[in-house]
Nanobody, 115 residues
């Protein structure tokens, strides 16, 4: 059973930074594709960034040059460094692991960008 636990969310002022972490309790972490998604009330969950098992990355246009996704295959942990945060980045952020045609999700962590 794959378990994903996000941490690092919180309240930050516009222009500030946060780093999200996703700890995975699985030995398939190093060969799985991972990603961060976010969701606001009434809207569909959307891709923020993803990283392949080999380290290739992809970002939503809205976060390019501000967010950086990374992974540590020794610690089975994925990160999202978020800089220059904007109020429109406010959302619940979810960790995703994709492997063998299955998606696994964490419970999410709230990020609120407000003055």
């Amino acid at each position: 059973q794959v378990q994903l636990v996000e941490s690092g969310g919180g309240l930050v002022q516009p222009g500030g930074s946060l780093r999200l972490s996703c700890a995975a309790s699985t030995n398939i972490f190093s060969i799985a594709a991972m990603g961060w998604y976010r969701q606001t009330p009434g809207k569909q969950r959307e891709l923020v960034a993803r990283i392949g098992s080999g380290g290739s990355t992809e970002y939503a246009d809205s976060v390019k040059d501000r967010f950086t996704i990374s992974r540590d295959n020794v610690r089975n942990t994925m990160y999202l460094q978020m800089n220059m945060l904007k109020p429109e980045d406010t959302a619940v952020y979810f960790c995703n692991l994709y492997m063998a045609l299955r998606n696994y999700w964490g419970r999410g962590t709230q990020v609120t960008v407000s003055s």
